[in-house]
C-alpha cells in the first residue's frame, strides 16, 4: 500500500477499497455464494477477515445463508429466531488464497484509480511538452514513463525520420487526454505543428511574453518547417529574436527537432510580399495575383526555377500551406526569333550595304550568303550561278568587298595603325626649303647684329648657320689629308 501510495500518488482509502472488493471476489469462490459477503482489513496489522450476514433459524436447511440458533447466541447471547446476524466466516488460509485469486482484480482497481487521476491532473495540461523517458514499444506505439503516470506516443504522432530507443529520454506535446474519469489515456505528439511553437515559446522570450506574434507555421515533420513570426513593437526584429545571437536560439530547436529545417519568414499583410519573403532565398521576376480565386502565379528565371520549387516540390508546397495561397511558380518565356524573323533580318542586313538592292540580298541569302563576311569569301563566278545575280555578280562583289574596307577602316586607330602619311607628309619635307638659309647668313651677316638688341629670337638660328660651316670644315680636313 505504501508503496503505491508513494510512486503512483494514489490514495490510500482507495486502495485499501479496492483491495476489499478484490478479497470479496476471491472469498466468493473460497467460502461460496454466502448472503451479503463483505472482507475487511484492518488498518494496523494488515489482516483480512471476511464476514457474512445469516439468518437466524431452528434447523439450518441452507449453510450458506442460514445460522442455528445454538451457533448465533456464541456470538450473540440474545440472538432471537429470523434475526439477521453478521458471523464472520473467513476460512483457512485465506490470506495466502486471497492473495492468489484477487491479483488480477487488484491490478484492474488500481488502474483504473490511475486513470481517473491522469485524468484529474492532466486534463488542463492539453497543449503543454512533457518531458519523459523511453520505457517500451507496443507495436509501433511508443511507451513513455512520466514519472507517476505513462502516456502513449502513437505511431501517427511520430516523426518518420526519427527512430528511440529504450531509456532515451524525449520531450513530447501532450495533444490530448482520452477516455473519461474511470478510463483515460495521455496521448503526445512529436509531429503537430505546435510543438514547434511551444519549443519557440520556451526557448525565445519575446514570443512569450507577446512581443513577437506567431502569425502562421507549415511543417512537413522531420524534413522542413516554414515560421511566419510578426513584432508588435517596431523597434525588435521578430526574425533576428528568433534567431538568437549566433543563431544560438533556433540552433537550440533544431537539435530537439533532430536536424529538422526551420525558414523564419518575416509576415507581411500585402501578399505579393508575403510570398516573396516565404519563397526565399529564390529570385522572383513578377508575381500575378488572382484575389478571387486566391491564388499566386509567379514567374522566375528559369535558373531560379528549381530553387523556388524545392526539392520534391517542398518549398512551394509549404509557401502555399504558410499563406493560404495557391502558389503557381513556372519559368519565365523568352521570345525566340523565328526562321522566318532570321531570313528576314539576314536580308534587311545585307541590303543595307550600299550598291546591293533587297531582290539582290534576298537571292543572297536564299543561296546560303548570310552575312557580309560569307560574301566576300566567295568568287564573281560563284554570284554568277545564282539565278538573279549573273549580270550584277561583280557589281554586288564590288561593293561588298568596299563596304568591308570602309567597317575596317573605321574600326581602325588612325594614330596607331594608319601607315597612310598623308596629314603628316609636308612636316618631313619641310626642311627642303629651309636648307638655303644656312647659306643666306654669309651675306646677310652684318643684318642681324643690328637688331640683335631689338629681338633675341634670330639668335636661335645662329646655331642652325654654324652647322653647315661644321660641315664644310669636315669636308675639306680630308681633302687637305690627300
Partial sequence: ME???????????????????????AAKRAVGPARELRCEIDRKNGDIRAFATLIVVETVADKQNEISLDSAQRFKPDAQLEEELEVEVTPKNFGRIASQNAKQALMQAIRRAEKALIYTEFKDRVGDIVSGEVRGFDRSDVLVDLGKFEALLPNRERVPTEEYQ???????????????????????????????????????SEINDGTIEVKAIAREPGFRTKL?????????????ACVGLRG??????????????????RWDSDVETYVTNSLAPAQLKRLEIQQDRKRVHVLVNPDQLSLAIGRRGQNARLTSLLTGWQIDIDPEQEVRVGFEEQVADAVNALA????????????????????????NGVEVSDLADI??????????????????LRRAGAG??????????????????????????PESPEPES????????????PEAPAPEAAEPEAAEKATTQPKEAE
Avoid at 248 to 259: C, S
Wanted: with cysteine; charged share 30%.
Fill in 166 to 204: 529504450r531509456g532515451e529520454r524525449i520531450r513530447c506535446l501532450v495533444k490530448a487526454v482520452e477516455g473519461s474519469d474511470s478510463s483515460s489515456e495521455i496521448i503526445l505528439s512529436r509531429r503537430d505543428s505546435d510543438f514547434v511553437i511551444k519549443l519557440f515559446q520556451l526557448e525565445v
Fill in 3 to 25: 508503496y503505491w501510495e508513494r510512486e503512483k500518488g494514489l490514495d490510500r482509502e482507495i486502495l485499501i477499497s479496492a483491495v476489499e472488493d478484490a478479497m470479496v471476489s
Fill in 412 to 437: 581602325t586607330n588612325p594614330l596607331i595603325n594608319d601607315p597612310a602619311p598623308a596629314p603628316e607628309s609636308p612636316e618631313p619635307e619641310s626642311p627642303e626649303p629651309e636648307s638655303p638659309e
Fill in 387 to 404: 539565278p538573279g545575280l549573273t549580270e550584277h555578280a561583280e557589281s554586288v562583289l564590288s561593293a561588298a568587298h568596299a563596304e568591308k
Fill in 352 to 375: 543595307a550595304i550600299p550598291g546591293i538592292e533587297k531582290e539582290q540580298a534576298d537571292a543572297l541569302v536564299h543561296a546560303g550568303l548570310l552575312t557580309l563576311d560569307a560574301l
Fill in 446 to 457: 652684318p643684318e642681324p647684329e643690328a637688331p640683335a638688341p631689338e629681338a633675341p629670337a
Fill in 228 to 240: 511566419a513570426v510578426h513584432s508588435l513593437d517596431d523597434k525588435v526584429d521578430p526574425v533576428g
Fill in 248 to 265: 544560438q536560439r533556433v540552433k537550440n530547436i533544431v537539435r530537439e527537432l533532430n536536424n529538422e529545417k526551420i525558414d523564419i519568414i
